[in-house]
Nanobody, 123 residues
Framework: QVRLQESGGGSLRAGGPLSFSCAAS??????IAWFRQTRGKERLARAA???????VYDKSVEGRFTFSKDYTKSTLDLQMNNLKPEATAMYSC???????????????????WGQGIQVPVSA
């Protein structure tokens, strides 16, 4: 079974950038997504890329987030720019063998999850 391992992040500064990387095996055969979860809330998909390489973003992050796959390193990278204060949250990557069909699937769709990375607000 594929394993996911997130890395990157840091402290959030409003208007600033942050980036994450999710290491995974066989990235080309998976639908992969990045989720954000704030305290007490469900995990919400921010971006996903299907097995065909097409990427879909939540409207709240379109134009500010970029999701890409690096096939040589087998990573899925999320670049976040112009961050809003409410972006402080737990970020997780998730994977599934099924096609995503160019829509953001809910957390219940995904079978495999990374451990997540917490993004605190910069002091």
């Amino acid at each position: 079974q594929v394993r996911l391992q997130e890395s990157g992040g840091g402290s959030l500064r409003a208007g600033g950038p942050l980036s994450f990387s999710c290491a995974a095996s066989r990235v080309h055969s998976k639908t992969i997504a990045w989720f954000r979860q704030t305290r007490g809330k469900e995990r919400l998909a921010r971006a996903a890329q299907g097995r065909d390489g097409k990427t879909v973003y939540d409207k709240s992050v379109e134009g500010r987030f970029t999701f890409s796959k690096d096939y040589t390193k087998s990573t899925l990278d999320l670049q976040m720019n112009n961050l809003k204060p409410e972006a402080t949250a737990m970020y997780s990557c998730a994977a599934d063998d099924r096609p995503g069909w160019d829509v953001l699937r809910p957390e219940g769709f995904y079978q495999v999850w990374g451990q997540g990375i917490q993004v605190p607000v910069s002091a």
